[in-house]
């Protein structure tokens, strides 16, 4: 059988989400002082969202008018879970990203999957994150796709950023958002990737 494993901020949406409200929120420069040390090892990703996500304070409800005026969710995205599923395969979401936020975007563009991601509790004096699992990345993407190959099954992984390397080198083919960082870390360590703008190309690669 074929799972599909698929990245929400910056891979089905044009823009990463979390990037875009603490930036918009807190500034680029508190953005900075905490992606830095994280591209730089010296933060574990966890430890990364928690602190953006303490610069946030927003409500529910802001939040989500943001998300609609700031993100789009790809068009080709809703044909592809079609073909996926008309191919006998599975198909769910997984996130290092805000559940509410996933759920409210998806239901607007008319797409039921299943979501597996990271919540916050939408505190007024900054979020709360509320993780997966005890991870270091707070959600250990690369457990769903190993566990499926241990089922036997083919697995596909889609993504874009940090959060996907290690899930991405575990499934048996990868999809890499063009110019963005797992294209990159694949490239770097020779990891066979093909890279994609948009789920069109995805689905024409793996159901022609």
């Known amino acids: 059988m074929l799972e599909v494993f698929v990245d929400f901020d910056g891979t089905i949406t ?4 979390f990037d875009a409200l603490v930036r918009a929120v807190a500034g680029d ?9 994280l591209l730089a090892g010296e933060l574990t990703l966890r430890e990364a969202l928690e602190r953006q996500a303490a610069a946030v304070r927003l409500s529910r409800a802001e939040t989500l008018e943001f998300m609609l005026t700031h993100a789009r969710v790809d068009p080709a995205f809703a ?5 996926v599923r008309a191919h006998g395969g599975a198909i ?8 509410t936020v996933i759920h409210d975007a998806l239901a607007r563009a008319g797409i039921e999957i299943d979501v597996i991601a990271n919540d916050v509790d939408f505190a007024p004096a900054g979020w709360t994150m509320t993780f997966v699992d005890p991870s270091d ?6 457990a769903h796709v190993r566990a499926a190959r241990e089922r036997g099954d083919r697995t596909v992984y889609i993504g874009d950023g940090i959060s996907d390397f290690l899930a991405a080198v575990e499934a048996d083919e990868r999809y890499a958002k063009t110019g963005r960082a797992l294209e990159a870390y694949c490239r770097e360590r020779n990891i066979p990737c093909t890279s994609f703008t948009s789920f069109a190309e995805i689905e024409r690669a793996l159901f022609r």
């Open 14 to 17: 044009d823009v990463d989400t």
């Open 92 to 99: 769910r979401v997984v996130s290092s990203g805000i559940a």
């Open 79 to 83: 044909p592809f879970v079609a073909a």
């Open 137 to 142: 990345n707070g959600h250990d993407k690369a």
């Open 29 to 37: 420069a508190a953005w900075d002082a905490i992606d830095g040390p």
